[in-house]
């Protein structure tokens, strides 16, 4: 009898809020590497919000997932039989690959990274896709001068956090918003923002005007929605806005309306761009690079929300949209042997 795995499928598109009836969870063979490919082991995936608009059936930057098939992201593991001249029983790999506990890759699908340098679960979060799209929006899009105010939504999040840090690092003045006060002392005490704003218990329109007395150069999009609608009036000329997310809507029924933006757009001459990770692949060494230097000068900081157990990674997953986490959300699977 074949070793048996563990693997989640997505069973219904969900309407509004994912459940776990939206989900199955399945027991499937082990399957064999052929040539050119690996078995891998999993020790941590990666559960993101943009999972959420890869579950409709509707044309989007990246393919939708299929009824009845398993769902994929981001995956940390350790290759525990290779069947291909690039790497070694013992490696540790990332690759986009499935929620399951084990998966066949390409040898071509997956790269090898050092745990020596930084902790495994960094590639999936400060060093991986998340820092990297917080370096490339912010940095290309947002161009954030000393001296000038940022605001990030979702500040507390996997994105928003190393937005702040590295807008700290270019000298200007940063206010996030987040959803509790331990994400606001997070902020503050943690990773150094200069203010930071409870959109719960506060009142965002005011406390931003008293947060930005000299209005807001750059604003990070993370959330969309209200808390946006609170920015607008209080962009600067020639103020630049990076699209990167708008999570408050990504469970609607109906599309999201709200006060229109362009009147703000044409008034103070500012850019709103919106953008994927996928549009810098060429220059994923660069930031890399800028990311790791700063991480080992201590000028950058990271949280990890990690849950244990693979049979954890659907609630890991909804408590995205709770906002339960803190920096980036992991779950643990399984630990790398040595």
Same mark, same amino acid.
């Given at each position: 009898?074949?070793?048996?795995?563990?693997?989640?499928?997505?069973?219904?598109?969900?309407?509004?809020?994912?459940?776990?009836?939206?989900?199955?969870?399945?027991?499937?063979?082990?399957?064999?590497?052929?040539?050119?490919?690996?078995?891998?082991?999993?020790?941590?995936?990666?559960?993101?919000?943009?999972?959420?608009?890869?579950?409709?059936?509707?044309?989007?930057?990246?393919?939708?997932?299929?009824?009845?098939?398993?769902?994929?992201?981001?995956?940390? #593991?350790?290759? &525990?039989?290779?069947?291909?001249?690039?790497? $070694? *029983?013992?490696?540790?790999? %990332?690759?986009? +690959? =499935?929620?399951?506990?084990?998966?066949?890759?390409?040898?071509?699908?997956?790269?090898?990274?050092?745990?020596?340098?930084?902790?495994?679960?960094?590639?999936?979060?400060?060093?991986?896709?998340?820092?990297?799209?917080?370096?490339?929006?912010?940095?290309?899009?947002?161009?954030?001068?000393?001296?000038?105010?940022?605001?990030?939504?979702?500040?507390?999040?996997?994105?928003?956090?190393?937005?702040?840090?590295?807008?700290?690092?270019? #000298?200007?003045? &940063?206010?996030?918003?987040?959803?509790?006060? $331990? *994400?606001?002392?997070?902020? %503050?005490?943690? +990773? =150094?923002?200069?203010?930071?704003?409870?959109?719960?218990?506060?009142?965002?329109?005011?406390?931003?005007?008293?947060?930005?007395?000299?209005?807001?150069?750059?604003?990070?999009?993370?959330?969309?929605?209200?808390?946006?609608?609170?920015?607008?009036?209080?962009?600067?000329?020639?103020?630049?806005?990076?699209?990167?997310?708008?999570?408050?809507?990504?469970?609607?029924?109906?599309?999201?309306?709200?006060?229109?933006?362009?009147?703000?757009?044409?008034?103070?001459?500012?850019?709103?761009?919106?953008?994927?990770?996928?549009?810098?692949?060429?220059?994923?060494?660069?930031?890399?690079?800028?990311?790791?230097?700063?991480?080992?000068?201590?000028?950058?900081?990271?949280?990890?929300?990690?849950?244990?157990?693979?049979?954890?990674?659907?609630?890991?997953?909804?408590?995205?949209?709770?906002?339960?986490?803190?920096?980036?959300?992991?779950?643990?699977?399984?630990?790398?042997?040595?």
């Amino acid at each position: 009898m074949k070793p048996m795995q563990k693997q989640i499928l997505l069973k219904n598109r969900p309407k509004g809020t994912p459940t776990h009836n939206d989900f199955e969870v399945v027991d499937v063979p082990i399957a064999q590497p052929e040539t050119g490919e690996v078995l891998i082991k999993t020790v941590y995936i990666s559960v993101d919000p943009y999972l959420r608009g890869r579950m409709n059936d509707a044309k989007s930057y990246i393919p939708p997932f299929q009824l009845n098939e398993v769902l994929t992201s981001g995956v940390v #593991g350790q290759v &525990v039989e290779s069947k291909s001249s690039l790497f $070694e *029983k013992g490696d540790v790999v %990332l690759g986009a +690959l =499935g929620w399951q506990e084990y998966s066949i890759a390409s040898e071509k699908s997956v790269r090898k990274i050092d745990h020596s340098i930084a902790p495994a679960s960094t590639y999936l979060s400060v060093l991986g896709m998340t820092g990297l799209t917080a370096y490339f929006g912010l940095l290309d899009i947002g161009k954030p001068q000393a001296g000038e105010t940022v605001v990030v939504s979702g500040a507390a999040g996997a994105v928003g956090s190393i937005v702040g840090q590295i807008a700290k690092i270019k #000298g200007a003045h &940063v206010v996030g918003i987040a959803g509790s006060d $331990e *994400k606001v002392k997070f902020l %503050l005490d943690e +990773l =150094g923002f200069d203010k930071a704003i409870n959109y719960k218990t506060q009142n965002v329109k005011e406390a931003l005007k008293e947060a930005c007395p000299n209005g807001i150069d750059v604003y990070f999009e993370n959330v969309g929605g209200e808390i946006s609608d609170a920015v607008f009036p209080l962009l600067n000329n020639f103020a630049r806005i990076p699209v990167c997310g708008a999570i408050s809507s990504y469970n609607n029924e109906q599309l999201d309306v709200g006060p229109r933006v362009q009147g703000y757009l044409i008034k103070t001459s500012s850019l709103m761009q919106g953008f994927t990770i996928g549009n810098y692949a060429s220059r994923y060494s660069e930031g890399v690079k800028d990311l790791a230097t700063w991480l080992q000068e201590g000028k950058l900081k990271y949280e990890e929300t990690i849950t244990e157990g693979f049979d954890q990674t659907i609630d890991a997953f909804l408590a995205l949209f709770e906002g339960a986490n803190i920096g980036k959300s992991l779950v643990k699977v399984s630990n790398i042997e040595k």
